[in-house]
């Protein structure tokens, strides 16, 4: 359950929700639908999803919303406009709510600087207390090779990512310096256990999707461990959404289609995985730190790097969003 401080029409306090003790460690959706529902700020809340047009990001978006029942800043950062306006429309509505799209290509970091600025400009009080990103391409098809040569799939899944946290970071901090919530939520795969390949961490020479994936969930579980570091009153999360019914695997192959029909027997929603997603983003325990997730929202046995890795990862990051 969501615990929030700081009253911007008063003294700082604390809202009262109920105990998040009574869900069970993998709650069944109602639960969840519950808990989100009970949800309470005592200020109001802004929060950024990127990648919010399809599929689960899509389905935090709604969730949130119905959450906050309206009462919140809530823009959606993608391609389509289309898309992002009808969901906008869809949501609960106040006379406080402010909905907005802002419209972006996120495989180029230029796109990133400028949407950033606008978003600087458009959020309330100049603060951001939710990032949630969940921007990806299809894993289907040939490598599309993209921002100094790295693959679009890796560009949007790991690098694109953590450049929407430098750029909007000032706002977080603005957010946590008044002692509101700030958390950023990047969701892709919380466990990835893959060895790093130190001379091509950028996967130039390796265009398998599956070896690009099981990367970028590593490459996040690292910046997650290190922004928490840098970032100690920012709460930071990867989290797997685990499997999800979502348009992407409408366009699967036909050779994965046999595969695909057996396993949409055990897939969630996209609207499901969507409000998993805000309970976990709104758990009280996670309010700072840095945080790898299961599909329930359960700390997951993540590989730990080591300092010297750690910035490794963090200069190719930075050396490639900059080139």
């Known amino acids: 359950m969501h615990i929030s401080r700081y009253n911007d029409r008063g003294p700082r306090c604390q809202a009262k929700t109920e105990d998040d003790s009574t869900m069970s460690a993998k709650p069944s ?9 009970a949800s309470t700020w005592s200020f109001f809340p802004t929060a950024v999803f990127v990648g919010g047009t399809s599929g689960v990001g899509e389905g935090a978006v709604k969730a949130f919303a119905q959450a906050t ?21 869809s949501l609960p509505k ?15 970091p230029k796109n990133i600087i400028a949407a ?16 949630v990103m969940s921007q990806s391409v299809y894993p289907w098809g040939p490598p599309q090779p993209s921002m100094n040569g790295i693959d679009l799939r890796m560009v949007l899944d790991f690098y694109s990512r953590w450049k929407f946290v430098d750029e909007l970071m000032p706002l977080l901090e603005t957010a946590a310096a ?32 599956m070896a690009q994936t099981k990367a970028t969930s590593l490459y996040n579980n ?10 100690p009153n920012i709460s930071f999360y990867h989290i797997f959404p685990g499997l999800v019914d979502t348009p992407g695997w409408n366009v ?16 969630t929603s996209s609207e499901d995985s969507g409000q998993r997603m805000i309970s976990a983003l709104l758990r009280p325990e996670y309010k700072t730190g840095g945080h790898c997730l299961d599909n329930f929202g359960n700390p997951v046995d993540a590989r730990k790097e080591t300092p010297q890795v750690r910035k490794l990862v963090l200069e190719h990051y930075r050396k490639e969003v900059a080139a």
């Open 29 to 37: 959706i109602a639960e969840v639908k519950t808990s989100n529902a």
């Open 222 to 231: 690292i910046m997650v461990e290190e922004y928490s570091r840098l970032y």
């Open 69 to 89: 029942n309206g009462r919140a800043q809530i823009i959606i950062v993608a391609r389509s406009r289309t898309r992002g306006e009808e969901i906008l429309a």
């Open 252 to 267: 699967a192959p036909w050779w994965a289609k046999p595969m695909l029909a057996v396993a949409r027997l055990i897939m």
């Open 116 to 131: 950033s600025k606008q978003l600087r400009q458009q959020l309330v009080d100049g603060k951001l207390n939710y990032l």
């Open 178 to 209: 008044l002692e509101e919530e700030a958390r950023v939520l990047t969701i892709k795969g919380g466990n990835g256990k893959l060895p790093l390949d130190h001379d091509d961490l950028g996967f130039r020479n390796n265009p398998s999707s």
């Open 94 to 108: 106040t006379a406080e709510s402010k909905y907005d799209f802002l419209q972006c290509d996120a495989g180029d």
